[in-house]
């Protein structure tokens, strides 16, 4: 068994500077194996620690996080130097003839992310539904309330008030999804229009200070399209401010996102 393994933190362009790169896992230094066009990002690991009980540990958070930590640091350090593509945490090698021929194999692939990402950064947004908010202004978003609440302010008597506001307490439960799926999904439109590609990722469960998300998106901005994209999520805050919905905005990011098939483990 080799005496060390090396950890691959991304790929970056061959020109790239190691300028006051953070420390990187179990705090090594951040050093690149270079081939052609394109280099490695990696750190020299003990074989001991790693090898034998690495698939073991990847589900002690108490081990992982800081490894996780020091992983993040470094592509957060690189990826606002310039293109990074990221690999997956713990992509370990056995010789530094494995990562080259790893980056001679994917030459091609790696060349082509890095040209695409060198054209802008990862952001990410996100949109909640804040219910207590939406329901006094639901008619605002759909005909079907609003025509409600009309008949509502219009009865004839207590009773018939009575019956229609039911129908209408009703009538909002089943608008309540069907608006913010709408505003979402144009959301997302409109910020995609604005991005060189786009993603969304699962939604995340309700929570009772955040409300309950509608939207979870990445996306991927030219660096002269940034200011557009930011007076997107502006305007979308501003329409929306106490009416019902909240948007994270977060950012910029290594491109996570956007390199998903790259993947690599101990070899």
Known sequence: MADRLYYVYGIVPAA????????????SAVGTIVHGDVAALTAALDADEYEPTV????????????????????LTWASDGGPVVPLPI???????????????????ELNGLLERLGRGREYGVRIFRIDDELRPVLGTFSPTIAALELE???????????LLSRKLDAARKDELPRVAAMVAASAFRELA???IDATQDRLPGTNTETGTAILNAAFLVEHDRIDDFRETVT???????????????????????????VAANVR
Do not use: C, K
Request: aromatic fraction near 10%; charged fraction near 25%.
């Open 55 to 74: 698939n073991d540990r990847v589900t002690d958070v108490a081990w992982l996080a800081p490894r996780a930590q020091a992983h993040d640091a470094v």
């Open 16 to 27: 790239a500077r190691l300028d006051a790169a953070p420390a990187g896992v179990d705090g």
């Open 152 to 162: 509502v302010a219009g009865a004839a008597s207590p009773g018939q008030a009575y």
């Open 193 to 195: 229009s604005r991005s």
């Open 235 to 261: 305007s979308f805050v501003r329409d929306h401010h106490r009416r019902g919905f909240r948007i994270d905005f977060t950012g910029p990011w290594p491109p996570y996102h956007f390199t998903r098939g």
């Open 90 to 108: 713990l992509s370990l090698f056995r010789s530094e003839q494995a990562v080259r021929s790893m980056l001679e194999a994917r030459r091609e």
